[in-house]
């Protein structure tokens, strides 16, 4: 059972806030997307996220010397998370919020794929039932609860451009603790922003350029604020934190509470609520995160 003291609830409670804020990113990101290039939004969050983390870290004392070792860390780091969340707006031109988040919750057994193979971490068998089942579930939702589509495996393009994205994502977070030296993870997500905007002001330079900034919609101001401070700043702190207390698999096994949240920003957004069957998929997922959780 989840302990209910120490870094390893308090791992679990960051990822619980993790899921939350980070379905906010779907249902607003879905309203931006066709806006704004999403090179251009993923590189203001960046540089806004890291002026934002870096303004609190200069707060509790600046960077300690020992950080700026081995700097390409936070490039490869921030580099497999800006790949993420490009792909991930890329992906919601076409693809619902809540199919969306359905592929997001593909990522934990990628990240215990990963987990294996950088850090030797081991899946027991009822941590790999779980597994099976919360994919089971979102593999539902992704279809739309129609059989036929599950299995002729038919996604969207949106979809699996995002399941890409989410490949990044699942790396990043062993990835996390393998090249991780000791350092505040409030730190280390500094390092991480700056990285990540480094390879974005890379790639993303032109299209940020030829972005008409002050004729942006409301909305898309909106998401960059959203983004940058939730789902940017806070979310990279969480599983920063998070990473260092509990299994890659165990962490990204709170992705699976992404669509139940999502569900219930769309219907704060007046959007209605999906069919009794997409529910069911939903069910699926909860149910393999109470089982994964058993072995915490």
């Known amino acids: 059972m989840v302990s209910l003291t120490g870094p390893s609830a308090r791992g ?21 997307a066709n ?22 870290v200069g707060l509790r004392g600046g960077v300690p010397r020992a950080a700026f070792q081995a700097p390409l860390r936070y490039v ?25 988040a359905a592929v997001f919750t593909m ?25 099976s089942v919360g994919a089971l579930g979102a593999l539902w939702v992704i279809f739309g609860a129609d059989v036929n589509a599950l299995l002729a495996f038919r996604m969207g393009g949106g979809e699996v451009i995002y ?31 700056i990285g990540g905007a480094v390879v974005l002001a890379v790639i993303a330079g032109p299209a940020a350029i030829a972005t008409d900034w002050g004729a942006l919609p409301g909305i898309v101001w909106i998401t960059i604020a959203y983004t940058t401070i939730f789902a940017t700043a806070v979310t990279f702190y969480l599983v920063q934190y ?31 609520t999906p069919s009794v069957l997409i529910l069911a998929g939903v069910a699926l997922t909860i149910i393999a995160l109470l089982g994964l959780l058993k072995e915490a």
């Open 242 to 272: 998070a990473t260092l207390h509990l299994p890659s698999s165990k962490v990204m096994a709170y992705t699976w509470l992404t669509p139940s949240w999502v569900i219930l920003w769309e219907i704060g957004f007046g959007n209605g």
């Open 35 to 56: 806006e704004i290039a999403p090179l251009a939004l993923v590189l203001a969050r960046f540089v806004l996220a890291a002026v934002l983390v870096g303004a609190l």
């Open 107 to 131: 990522t934990p057994i990628m990240s215990a794929v990963f987990g294996w193979f950088l850090l030797r971490q081991v899946t027991t068998p009822l941590m790999a039932l779980s597994l």
């Open 12 to 32: 679990h409670a960051a990822m619980l806030l993790f899921s939350a804020l980070v379905a906010g990113s779907f249902s607003l990101g879905s309203l931006a």
């Open 163 to 193: 399941l890409v994205g989410c490949a990044a994502h699942a790396l990043y977070t062993p990835l996390i603790r393998k090249l991780n030296r000791g350092e505040d993870p409030l730190v280390f997500t500094l390092g991480t922003l």
């Open 76 to 100: 490869a780091l921030g580099g497999l998370f800006a790949i993420y969340f490009v792909l991930m707006f890329e992906g919601l031109k076409t693809a619902p919020p809540v199919s969306a």
